[in-house]
Structure formats: C-alpha cells, structure tokens
C-alpha cells in the first residue's frame, strides 16, 4: 500500500505556511484563517483558491480557465462532492492497485475530476516524506501542456520534477531516456501509451522508478478494418510499380471478402482467420517500407503506416467480419500499469467493457442536479442508414425545430455523425442561421455543429444552455466485438455473433453495444451547463427509450423533466431489395452440390430466358471462377457449368 502518515488538527493558516494535513502537505500564500479539519482531511483545500494561481491563455488573450481555478461545486454540494474529491485523493496516493488492475473513478463529467487530481498531485509533490512518482496520460497535447503548466512551480534550474513529452521535446528525450526516471511527474499522450505497448525496453524507461499510473479518459486502442474501400484508397496511393506486389498481399483478404458476400454473410457478423504465405507478406513489407518514408504528405504516410500494421493483425490474429469489413486488434495493445494504476473516465458506469477485466468502478454517484433542466426525446431512429433514406424529409423538419427552439439569448450546440454535418449545415443556411462554429473552429458563435468522437475533453462550450443530439454514434458490428476481445483479453470462443432488430442476442456482446453508444451520448449531453446548477435544454433525437435513452438518463441526476415528441412527416422503412439477375444466379450455383449443370436447366431454374451469356461475363460470376483472385466454386464450359465445390453448411455457433 502507498499509505501515507494521517494526521487530524486544527490550526491557523499564515502566510508561507507549510501545514500537515493528512497525506498532503500544502504550500502557499494566504492571509491568516482559522481551519478545521476534521470530517474531510481536504475540505479546506478544496474551498481555497488555486494553490498555484495560474492562468491559461486562450490565444494570447488571457482568459481564464474556469475549471482550473474554482472549486464551486465544493461550495454548493459540501460533502456530497467533497467526499468524492476525498476518495480520489486515497485512490491516487493511499492505494494499491497492483501492475494488472485498475480504479475506475467515474465522477460525473464536468466536475473537474482531472483539475483535481492535479491538485492532488500538486499536493503530494509538496510532503516530503510521501511524495510518490506519477506517469499522468493524457488525451490532447494542450492537456499536456496545461498540466506541466499547473505543476511547473516544482521545477528547479537543475533538476527537472515534471515534464510533459510531446512530439515538440521527444526528439530530445529519445536520446535521454535514463534519465526519464529521475523525473518525478510524467506526463504524455494516449498515442504514446498506445505506441508504448509495442516497445518494451522503451515502456519500460517509462515506468522505471515510478509508482501511481493515471490514465485520463478511457484508451481507445486502434481497431484495423480491411475494405474494399479502404484496399482501393491504398492502392491509390502507391506507385504502379509495386501495386501488383500489393495486389497479391491483399488477394487473400479480398477472397474473404467475395466468399462473405457470395455465402449472403453481410449483414451477419462472423469469425474469419484468412492466412497468407509469411514470405509473401514479408517480401512486401521491404518493398513498402522504402516507400513510406519517401512519403511527403504526412496524412498518406501515416494511412499507409495504419495499413501495414493492421497487415500484419488480418493475417495473424482471429478476425470479425461484418458489412464487407474484416476487423481485429494488436494484441500487443493492452492496458499496461504500475503498483497503483487509476483510470479518469465519467461514463464507465455504463461502459461494459470495464465489466470485462480487472476493473474497480468508485466515485460513480451523481451530484449536480439537473431538476431545472428539460430533457426532449425525438422519437425517430437516428441510425445513419435510416436518416440517409429519410433526408429528404428529416433535415429540413429538424432544422426548422432547431430555428424554432432558439431564443435569442440561447447558444445552440448541435451533434451528429461527421459524414452529416455538411446536410445539417446546409439546411441551417436555408433557414436563415449562417453564423455556425464548425468542429474545432469555434469562435463564439450563438451555434456550433461538431461530431461523435471529436467531443470528449472539450469544455468550449460549457456555458451552451441548448444541445441537439441528432444521430446515433454506432459503429460497424464487428467493431464492438473487437472492443469485447480487447477489454476480455480473450476470443469471442463459442458465443453466438447473430443480431436481432439491430441488437446482439448474447447478453456480454449486447451490454458492450448498449455501453458504447450510451456512452457517447452520454458524453455529447453533458458538453453543455457545465456548472453548479444547470438549466438546459436537451433534444436526443432517438427511438430506443428503452434501453439507450434511459441509460442515458440514468447518469444524470434530476432529469426527471422529459418529455417525448415525433417528427411531423411519416418516415419511409427501408424495402427489401430484390436481387437482379446476377444475384439470382450466384445465389443458385452456390447451393448446387459439385457437378456438371447445362446451361438451359440452370438459365431456367434461376429465370433467365435472355442474355444469360452476358450473365456469364459479370465481375461478380467471374469471382467464382479458378483463378488467382476467384474462389474457385465454378468453372465454365461451353454446354455446361462445372461446380467445383459443395456448399458449406451454416451450424448455429
């Protein structure tokens, strides 16, 4: 255990004090006040102003960041929250995880759990005889710099306490990494944790002399997913030279893909392992190389890097098929930890992946109350299949409520999937709203439109008293199951991979599902009314009351105020699309058993009374040939079509 000496007194703070107060000892300049410490060991702490007083500039301007300089959640719920900042402290400096476990503290977004743990920090680094040694992960770069920032008093001309490495300084250190463990607070990025799994002599410079591990906000560790979209991209990029080196790599990955389609497996979910030859894949990985680091553009290099890495998971590693994707992991890429290892993240209450491992959820009750507060439900399915079928209709209604609902004063944020904010923005402009912030450029507009996955951490727009969640943040099938193996640490073993009305059937593989799309709107709500006691408008426009949009509000405290609308136009359900001749035809050859078929019995029984020869000629029929890129499940003469295999019968998993 990492326990410090407690001690409870009561004392007269003076100006340059040094004061014993439990674990931490703090330094500052205050005028003379009487303070007790008696139920909570922090509570004074708290209710004081910033111990290092700093301000953080927003462009030069000097604006100060709020969440780095008021406590006012202590001075309106007391205990309630204090007790909460108190059980931070003892998870960071009074605990032992051990190397494989993990604390999740999940105190509601927007109360200031990461300045508090700086605080924290700041505090410990000040008691001379417990301080401890930290390795603070963090999302953004600014957040690494701000954090060095807020802790850089403990600097001294020669000898470094803390230290933020980010792309800027790490050409530096690279060269100094003996010297990483004589510096006492840490402080780098997700992408460096994630690139550290792979490289164990480096991670373990990292980790050397150090004790407590927080990760602010949950990993997400790179999922690779194999396309035909993204194969055609590749390609693109790459000289003609080498392409038909390329064209072979993928060959067995492609086949995959044809033989998921022909066996009608798309809007399946199944398990795949496709194997290659390992010279085949090596002999292109020299070749591709030299070819990368010729690469100017840094976007290209490094989509080029993501695909080579994930070349080597598609061929060594259990796959996950869905949608014309083949989708898996490093599994190199791990939550990695020291004798003490915390994990920042608000919404892992309803996260299920932290049910998967060893996972310690604390600090989870709701505080702030949301009472003043109307939540409105869109009855709609927000899927972006079903509002691409509808957006003819949906985006001019939604915009129109959005004019509707803006008063004056109102600062309106809207949230959607990325590929539809374009739509969004253009039916706003219709509608006579043309002053809109787009994603990261905001600059104080009534409006701002960003997405899913571009929110979390982001406190531009706290003081917003109006949200639109337009869209449900899925993501593809196979996806959440690959979230399942990195979280389990296992295979999907024998559970059963079908989906029904959307949904998994087995209980684990659902929970992740529900987890992960509750999360991120969980997340988009509470980017707006970031203070004491909110009063906001919230409109989720969603059709799963049942299970997404009360888990949702199962997080929020007080949002009791909700009522359910539906939009004015009657929504048009997806039809099924009858398969054409071609379809038809695949279809019918690939449950016929090996043999020898006429061409006439087989154009009768499919249907075809013309053309069948053009038929024969398709890209999709081609596929099915014995060739270097076909399947070889037929072969075709000049009176007959020969199948050359039988056809593969679905057992239940």
């Known amino acids: 255990m990492l326990e410090g000496k407690k001690q409870n007194s009561s004392l007269t703070i003076e100006s340059q004090f040094t004061v014993n107060v439990g674990n931490p000892i703090l330094k500052g300049l205050y005028p003379s006040t009487p303070c007790l410490f008696q139920n909570h060991e922090i509570k004074s702490l708290l209710l004081m102003p910033s111990i290092n007083n700093i301000v953080f500039e927003d ?26 900042i108190d059980e931070l402290r003892e998870a960071i400096t ?34 001379w005889h417990h301080s401890l040694s930290f390795l603070i992960v963090k999302r953004f770069k600014s957040d690494i710099e701000r954090s060095e920032k807020y802790l850089a008093s403990h600097n001294h001309p020669l000898h470094t306490k803390v230290l933020g490495i980010t792309a800027d300084n790490w050409g530096e250190w690279k060269f100094k990494q003996d010297e990483l463990k004589d510096i006492q607070v840490l402080i780098i990025s997700h992408q460096r944790y994630i690139n550290l799994c792979l490289d164990d002599e480096l991670r373990q410079a990292f980790m050397e002399n150090r004790e407590v591990l927080i990760i602010d906000e949950k990993i997400n560790f790179p999922i690779y997913t194999f396309s035909k979209k993204n194969y055609d991209e590749v390609r693109s990029y790459l000289h003609t030279s080498i392409q038909p080196e390329y064209d072979k790599v993928c060959n067995k990955l492609n086949k995959e893909l044809l033989k998921q389609e022909v066996e009608k497996n798309k809007n399946k979910v199944v398990r795949c392992e496709p194997k290659i030859h390992p010279a085949t894949l090596e002999n292109f990985k020299k070749t591709i190389e030299v070819n990368i680091e010729k690469e100017i553009e840094t976007k290209t290099r490094n989509k080029l890097k993501h695909f080579m890495a994930g070349l080597d998971q598609w061929y060594n590693t259990k796959c996950v098929y869905n949608g014309g994707n083949i989708s898996t992991y490093n599994r190199k890429h791990r939550l990695w930890g020291l ?36 939540f409105t439900i869109i009855n709609f399915n927000s899927s972006k299949s079903h509002l691409h079928h509808n957006h003819n209709k949906f985006y001019p209604e939604i915009c129109e409520k959005i004019k509707a609902n803006h008063k004056p004063k109102d600062k309106t944020l809207i949230i959607c999937h990325k590929d539809n904010h374009k739509t969004i923005l253009e039916q706003l402009f219709k509608a006579d709203i043309t002053k809109i912030g787009i994603g990261d450029d905001y600059d104080s507009e009534d409006f701002a439109i960003n997405w899913f996955g571009n929110l979390i951490g982001k406190n531009e727009y706290s003081n917003f008293n109006q949200s639109w969640i337009i869209g449900t943040p899925n993501i593809p099938y196979e996806q959440y199951l690959v979230h399942y193996m990195m979280y389990k640490q296992s295979d999907l073993g024998k559970k059963p991979t079908e989906i029904v009305h959307g949904r998994f059937l087995n209980d684990e593989f659902k929970a992740v599902q529900i987890g992960y799309i509750a999360s991120e709107i969980y997340q988009s709500v509470k980017r707006i009314q970031r203070n004491v006691m909110p009063e906001g408008e919230f409109f989720i426009i969603n059709s799963d009351q049942k299970e997404i949009v009360s888990t949702v509000l199962s997080q929020i405290k007080g949002a009791d105020n909700v009522r359910i609308i539906e939009m004015d136009f009657k929504q048009e359900k997806k039809g099924e699309k009858r398969g054409d001749n071609v379809d038809r035809f695949v279809d019918y050859v690939y449950g016929l058993p090996k043999g020898k078929y006429q061409k006439k019995d087989v154009s009768q029984a499919v249907g075809i009374t013309t053309n069948f020869n053009r038929i024969l000629t398709h890209a999709k029929v081609k596929a099915l040939l014995p060739t270097e890129t076909g399947l070889g499940m037929i072969n075709i003469h000049n009176k007959y079509i020969e199948k050359l295999t039988d056809p593969i019968v679905q057992h239940d998993e």
């Open 59 to 84: 462009d030069e301007q000097g604006i100060q960041d709020e969440e780095f300089t008021e406590d006012n959640y202590a001075k309106v719920y007391g205990d309630q929250y204090i007790s909460k």
């Open 94 to 127: 009074a605990s032992s995880t051990g190397r494989n476990a993990f604390n999740v503290f999940s105190l509601e977004a927007g109360l200031g759990k990461s300045f508090q743990t700086l605080k924290i920090i700041d505090a410990n680094l000040n008691d």
């Open 339 to 374: 004798q003490n290892n915390i994990i920042l993240d608000a919404s892992a209450g309803i996260d299920a992946t932290y049910q998967l491992g060893k996972f310690n959820l604390i600090g989870q009750e709701r505080i702030v109350d949301h009472n003043k507060s109307q």
